[in-house]
């Protein structure tokens, strides 16, 4: 049964840093496509960033030059620095395996102004 379990969200202020991590269990980690999406309060789910097995990588345009999508395949764990945050990037975060179609069970960031 393949799972993911977010962590390292909390409350920072404007301009602040974060890293979140995304850790997989079971499923082949190396070979994942890993997607990070966020939710904000009344609002759609949106994307975020993504990593291919080979370390490509893609962000949507509101958080580019700010966060950095990275993997560990050693540790089976996918990470999301984000710097210069905003409070437009408050949201609750999730990570998800596309090649499983699983998703994590979120974790809150708030960013206050």
């Known amino acids: 049964q393949v799972r993911l379990v977010e962590s390292g969200g909390g409350l920072v202020q404007t301009g602040g840093s974060l890293r979140l991590s995304c850790v997989a269990s079971?499923?082949?980690?190396?070979?994942?496509?890993i997607t990070w999406y966020r939710q904000a309060p009344g609002k759609e789910r949106e994307f975020v960033a993504l990593?291919?097995?080979?370390?490509?990588?893609n962000y949507a345009d509101s958080v580019k030059g700010r966060f950095t999508i990275s993997r560990d395949n050693a540790q089976n764990t996918a990470y999301l620095q984000m710097d210069s945050l905003k409070p437009e990037d408050t949201a609750v975060y999730y990570c998800?395996?596309?090649?499983?179609?699983?998703w994590g069970q979120g974790t809150q960031v708030t960013v206050s102004s």
């Open positions: 990593i291919v097995s080979d370390g490509q990588t």
């Open positions: 998800r395996n596309l090649n499983y179609n699983i």
């Open positions: 079971g499923g082949i980690f190396s070979r994942s496509t």
